[in-house]
Each structure stands twice: as structure tokens, then as C-alpha cells.
């Protein structure tokens, strides 16, 4: 059987994956915070029909031997954390993350996860919460008496009661860092959780020890590009079509052999 068809094989499988991550990008364009994906490969085994270097011959030796690619597969979906752009929403619980960190979530299990997305709410209780309902942390809780809200780059959150004029600290939102933030692992609805590969998070005060500053009334959009995404699309399209015809050549030049002999 002619290694091409296999070969061939692998990569169209590898392009179908690449469709996938860019489809994925793609149907992600308006999540805020959404962290957009890119798809490595590497090339598979090879099979060595001659050895560089060996001796042919007393003082000759091949300069360049023989070795034949089986295709390639992938190695790693890579997400990339450039930041998104900002869109003005002046709701007062959306807030942006100028710079490294992320936002603290309290999951119902008792762990944290970590998100980029700010467009928080406040649930019945007056604590602040995301679109799912879950605690930032540390815990804030807004007071119904709360007649004005303003949260400071620094993450500190004021509030001014009913009948007075001097604002009311709540408390400081915090955020988290990691050394690799992109062995974090994307759980879905905005979130991810820490890894042995994203390392252990640092918590700090945003705009102190490398955090980002927090900037309220804005949203952070994803960082997807549509036109990179089309030309990404249709390169991966037409790889997937040079695969396919390498089988169908290599499936017209078995048939040839066949029909050596009649």
C-alpha cells in the first residue's frame, strides 16, 4: 500500500481539526473575554530507507540519506492571551482588566475559577455574580440601600448609602495570575481552572506586582480577528483539498498498476 494514502490521510484529519478550532473562534467573535485558539502540528515518524553518513564505500560516505514522512498530527491547541479590544457599556458592574489577571470565581463545588469576562451582575442577595449566578472572590455583597457604585483601579469597591454623602468601602476585588496562563483549562461558560501545567495562582491588588488595573463601565470583547480567521479558514480549506487529491493520485496510481497486466 503506497504511504501517500496515509499520509495523505493525516492530513486531512489535521485540517479538519484546524476547522474546528477556527470555527470555534469564530462562532466566539462577540464573547466577552473569549481568548481565541490557534492549532500546532508537528510532523509524524519517518521511515529511513537510508542512513545519512553511512558507508558505502572505504572513505565514501552517503551525504544525505533517505527518510520518508508518515504525515503529520497535532501537537497542542495553543490559546493565546493578547488582550481583546474595549467597548463602553457604562453599566456599573462591567469592569475590564487592563493588563495581566483574572477575575475570581467561586464555583458551587468550593473552587475558584478564573475568567476574563466582566460583565458581572448583582443576584438577589446583592452579591456581585457572574451571568451563571456564581460569587466573584473574595465575596462582595452591595447593600439594597446603595443609591451610587463605583469601583476604583485598584479593584476597590465604594458604595454611597441612601441619606449620606461619603462613600462606603465593601471590600477590594483581587485578581489572579500564572506564570503559564496557557496551560489553563477552559471549562466553559467564560471560565477557566488552574492546572499542574498553568502553575499555581498568584492573587494580588490589580495594578500592583504586574496585575492589570481594573477600568469599570467597559467590557473586554474577544481577541479574534475576523479577516486572520477567514485567511486561516481558507488556507485550511485548500490543504484539506491538496490532501484529498493526493489520495485520489494515489489511489489513480494503483489503479495504473493494476492494470499492468491484462
Sequence with gaps: MMRALW???????????????????????NTYGFKRSRVDFQDLMYQNLRTSGSTVAEGAKVPAGIEVGLGTRPAAIQRIFSQGDFIQTEGPLDLVIEGDGFFQVLMPDGTVAYTRDGSFKMDSEGR????D??????????????VDLSIGTDGTVS?????????????????????????????????????????QPVV????????????????EMSNVKVVEEMVNMIIAQRAYEVNSKAIQTSDDMLSIANNLKR
Design 133 to 146: 449566578g456564581f460569587p466573584i472572590e473574595p465575596e462582595i455583597t452591595i447593600p439594597p440601600e446603595a
Design 159 to 199: 458604595v454611597i448609602l441612601a441619606g449620606e454623602s461619603e462613600p462606603q468601602e465593601l471590600g477590594k476585588i483581587e485578581l489572579a495570575k500564572f506564570v503559564n496562563p496557557a496551560g489553563l483549562s477552559a471549562v466553559g461558560r467564560n471560565l477557566f481552572t488552574a492546572t499542574a501545567a498553568s502553575g
Design 7 to 29: 499520509s495523505a490521510a493525516t492530513g486531512m484529519l489535521a485540517k479538519q481539526l484546524n476547522m474546528d478550532v477556527i470555527a470555534n473562534n469564530l462562532a466566539n467573535l
Design 128 to 131: 456581585i455574580v457572574t451571568s
Design 204 to 219: 494580588g491588588t490589580p495594578g500592583l506586582e504586574g496585575f492589570g488595573t481594573i477600568s469599570q463601565g467597559f467590557l
